[in-house]
């Protein structure tokens, strides 16, 4: 079993910069964690949720949404199993719920292929 917990979240104003703080745990992820990919997600209200990042089990492959490519960097600390969001630069439009999600599936953009969610954590940009 895995379990994912955000924090991080929080008021900023546009042009700010907020970090996103993912923690996993469970005896699968802790034993394997090399093999989970994971992933931010973010949902805004009457919105789908979306794609916003995602980091291999190494660290070394990672992959952007278009919308945030350049001002937001995921990593991962493998000791600590945690993952980050540094979101830099925000707007306004990135106001949503943010998710931390994970997958033994390889990397991958699709909602469909995380099996794993955290609660989410609220991010809102004023203007």
């Known amino acids: 079993q895995v379990q994912l917990v955000e924090s991080g979240g929080g008021l900023v104003q546009a042009g700010g910069s907020l970090r996103l703080s993912c923690a996993a745990s469970?005896?699968?992820?802790?034993?394997?964690?090399?093999?989970?990919?994971t992933a931010w997600f973010r949902q805004a209200p009457g919105k789908e949720r979306e794609f916003v990042a995602t980091?291999?089990?190494?660290?070394?492959?990672?992959i952007y949404a278009d919308s945030v490519k350049g001002r937001f960097t995921i990593s991962r600390d493998n000791v600590k199993t945690s993952v980050y969001l540094q979101m830099n630069s925000l707007k306004p439009e990135d106001t949503a719920i943010y998710y931390c999600?994970?997958?033994?599936?390889?990397?991958?953009?699709?909602?469909?292929?995380?099996?794993?969610w955290g609660q989410g954590t609220q991010v809102t940009v004023s203007s």
């Open positions: 469970g005896r699968a992820f802790t034993l394997t964690r090399y093999t989970y990919t």
């Open positions: 999600a994970a997958t033994t599936r390889g990397a991958t953009i699709l909602t469909n292929q995380y099996g794993y």
């Open positions: 980091i291999s089990g190494s660290g070394g492959n990672t």
